[in-house]
């Protein structure tokens, strides 16, 4: 079972639909509690940071029946340091991202946390790909 959702930039209303819906089928095909929990978790950090940084991205979902696969691309600035990015307190976000309550630079800290696996791939001036693997 896939499917894909799109998102634009800057629209924080938004941010946190596909997350939910996740949850929502997560909870119809009966996964473990807790593992609904990490998978939306890194899902919405990674949403934010879409949301917040680039100008639009793509979230693909595969659930299989050991798994999740989350992938999210977007176009937007790209990540300068990975290593940098991964470290709890660092953040990138504009002053107007922050004044909304976003950007505490606990992101990447956090999907790192919530996920089996965590892929992150970036290319300055052209945008970020991220993969989240759960296990069920």
Do not use: C
């Amino acid at each position: 079972m896939n499917f894909t959702y799109n998102i634009e930039g800057g629209d924080f209303t938004n941010a946190g639909a596909p997350s939910s819906a996740v949850k929502k089928m997560l909870k119809q095909l009966g996964v473990n509690p807790d593992i609904i929990k990490r998978t939306v978790v890194a899902l919405y950090e990674a949403e934010v940071n879409v949301v917040a940084h680039a100008y639009k991205g793509t979230i693909t979902v595969d659930i299989e029946d050991d798994r999740i696969i989350i992938k999210l691309e977007d176009e937007g600035p790209g990540i300068e340091d990975i290593n940098k990015a991964m470290t709890e307190g660092y953040s990138t976000a504009s002053q107007k991202v922050r004044e909304m309550g976003f950007g505490a630079g606990m992101g990447f800290p956090n999907m790192k946390t919530n996920s089996d696996k965590l892929t992150v791939n970036s290319t300055p001036g052209k945008g970020t790909s991220v993969e989240i693997i759960n296990y069920f």
